[in-house]
């Protein structure tokens, strides 16, 4: 049994940061992936950051610049840094790691809202 719990998440206003963190407990073989996603009200859900397991990031086009990705492996713990935040970062923010041979087991966690404010 897999486990992700994210923490970090609440209101801001425009401008300001948070981090979100996300916990993997439980047997995880292989990791390949780990990010961070987003869904916003009506919208469907997209993938924000991912960094890989030799340390490759992707990012959003709309966050590249003011989000930070990065991940602890001794914890396997993902973090999220955001700063400059802006309304349209509005959503819940879902953890997600991949793993298997071939990154082919999907795992995601409850999710953490972050409201920004104009």
């Known amino acids: 049994q897999v486990h992700l719990v994210e923490s970090g998440g609440g209101l801001v206003q425009a401008g300001g940061s948070l981090r979100l963190s996300c916990v993997a407990s439980?047997?995880?073989?292989?990791?390949?992936?780990m990010g961070w996603h987003r869904q916003a009200p009506g919208i469907q859900r997209e993938m924000v950051a991912m960094?890989?397991?030799?340390?490759?990031?992707d990012y959003t086009h709309a966050v590249q610049g003011r989000f930070s990705i990065s991940r602890d492996d001794a914890k396997n713990t993902v973090y999220l840094q955001m700063n400059n935040l802006k309304p349209d970062d509005t959503g819940v923010y879902y953890c997600n790691v991949r793993a298997g041979r071939i990154g082919q087991y999907s795992y995601w966690g409850q999710g953490t809202h972050v409201t920004v404010s104009s």
């Open positions: 960094i890989t397991s030799d340390g490759s990031t």
């Open positions: 439980g047997t995880i073989s292989s990791i390949k992936s």
